[in-house]
């Protein structure tokens, strides 16, 4: 049964710089029947999304309590619902906040424009750069929320896997719980494949077709986190292939095997070869040089994947390959590498 969201205050309003302030709510015993979409969950994950705010640790109380029933009987939070089952929810005090700020129009029909490839299970967008996956961190909204802004009847709507803000290139996106199960297994067991084009500063070496260095998080004074390599991180491998190259910059193909944070970027630093507009790792004076060239954004896009689709509604779960485009900032620079290589290699004739 799906959570009801509560009607926005203006469509493309902005949000108050202010922190809104959140009242409290008490409902009394709830008994929701576990529909299609929530075949399969946790107690604990299905709880957490019907009582939005409540913590973890109040759920997990209740459940332990036997607060919560399935079918009138008791549970643990690893349980598995079905599809019919009911589940009796506990009164239990909700924090009730301001409704959030709805993606307008324009933005709805950008990312609705960008899907390259969709059916009944899933759909795959071509994130523009400077969009991020998800709201938060001081982001009224991203991109799960503008689509299921454009798709209000669409009843299940999550990301499979995130891309960094500054990362343009296909997002999966699942329509159905068990598509969502699904992928997330093939990520898990790599059986899928993500292929990156990322512009890195200098020349590439050919025979450099792989980094296998171990990564670990961290966070600055100021609080912002960023990736290092560091012997006590965790394993990290990504592939490499040169495509193309011009002076002072190279094009390569990574491919991740592991899904580490700021993997390729981190990778590529630890090669040599920063990726081009990458202001977390890149050095300052290369980062002048590429913009005073005309670049506007991190370089790096997520070209292509190679997924089996999840099987369901007539299809067999055949194994494809997708692509998308480069956006203008991406093209357009390697447009100029190019006039300018041509240039060089007439002026030389």
């Not at 290139?169 to 292929?195: I, P, T, W």
């Amino acid at each position: 049964m799906p959570v009801t969201r509560k009607q926005p205050r203006r469509p493309g309003s902005q949000a108050s710089s202010a922190p809104s302030a959140a009242a409290a709510e008490r409902k009394g015993v709830q008994r929701v029947v576990v529909g299609e979409d929530n075949d399969g969950q946790r107690v604990d994950n299905f709880l957490l999304a019907q009582l939005r705010g409540v913590p973890k640790s109040v759920i997990y109380r209740v459940v332990r309590k036997g607060e919560v029933r399935v079918n009138k009987g008791r549970v643990k939070p690893d349980t598995r619902l079905r599809q019919g089952d009911e589940v009796r929810i506990p009164p239990i005090t909700q924090k009730v906040r301001e409704a959030p700020v709805v993606p307008g129009s324009r933005v709805q029909s950008v990312m609705e424009g960008a899907i390259v490839f969709e059916n009944e299970q899933m759909l795959v967008v071509n994130k523009p750069s400077g969009i991020a996956v998800h709201g938060g961190s001081g982001l009224d909204f991203g991109l799960i929320e503008v689509l299921r802004a454009a798709r209000p009847e669409q009843r299940f709507l999550e990301l499979v896997h995130r891309l960094d803000r500054d990362t343009s290139g296909l997002v999966m996106v699942a329509k159905k719980r068990s598509a969502l199960r699904f992928l997330q297994d093939e990520l898990r067991h790599r059986r899928m494949r993500k292929y990156y084009h990322a512009l890195v500063v200098g020349s590439w070496p050919a025979g450099l077709d792989r980094v296998d260095v171990p990564l670990q998080r961290f966070e600055l004074k100021s609080g912002e986190r960023r990736v290092r390599v560091d012997n006590e991180g965790k394993a990290s491998l990504t592939t490499f292939r040169l495509l193309d190259s011009w002076p002072g910059y190279s094009l390569v193909e990574a491919s991740p095997v592991t899904g580490r944070t700021h993997q390729i970027r981190v990778h590529s630093v630890w090669a040599g070869h920063p990726i081009a507009g990458d202001d977390k790792y890149m050095d300052d004076a290369s980062l002048r040089a590429f913009r005073a060239a005309g670049g506007q954004r991190l370089m790096l896009h997520a070209r292509a994947l190679e997924i089996t689709l999840p099987a369901g509604d007539g299809n067999p779960g055949e194994r494809i390959r997708l692509e998308a485009p480069y956006d203008d900032a991406f093209g357009g620079f390697l447009a100029k590498l190019d006039a300018v290589k041509g240039s060089s290699a007439g002026g030389g004739q």
